[in-house]
């Protein structure tokens, strides 16, 4: 399994930011999928989810009306759009697939500074 992320990177507050996660390994197609994001001396924390056919998402409170998740299933992607971008966003943020153990990204960092 090998999820990548990409994506990431400095902006003001207000801004928007799409990241991506390229997976491969499995059966991505059939495989519900999350982002999260761990900033700075926090713990790790769910940020979005989707389910295999991107039929049902779910998200966070505090990203609610901001984020969309989506996938593109025949390039085995799984996006975050972040829209109205603010502070508190800034974290490192991992792509997830669960299967009998969590798999991991390494991460792309998003910084949302002034």
């Known amino acids: 399994v090998q999820l990548v992320e990409s994506g990431g990177g400095l902006l003001q507050p207000g801004g928007s930011l799409r990241l991506s996660c390229a997976a491969s390994?499995?059966?991505?197609?059939?495989?519900?999928m999350s982002w999260f994001r761990q900033a700075p001396g926090k713990e790790r924390e769910l940020v979005a989810l989707i389910t295999s056919t991107g039929g049902n998402t779910n998200y966070a409170d505090s990203v609610k009306g901001r984020f969309t998740i989506s996938r593109d299933n025949a390039k085995n992607t799984v996006y975050l759009q972040m829209n109205s971008l603010k502070p508190e966003d800034t974290a490192v943020y991992y792509c997830?697939?669960?299967?009998?153990?969590?798999?991991w990204g390494k991460g792309t960092l998003v910084t949302v500074s002034s």
């Open positions: 997830n697939y669960k299967a009998w153990v969590d798999y």
């Open positions: 390994g499995f059966t991505f197609s059939r495989s519900p």
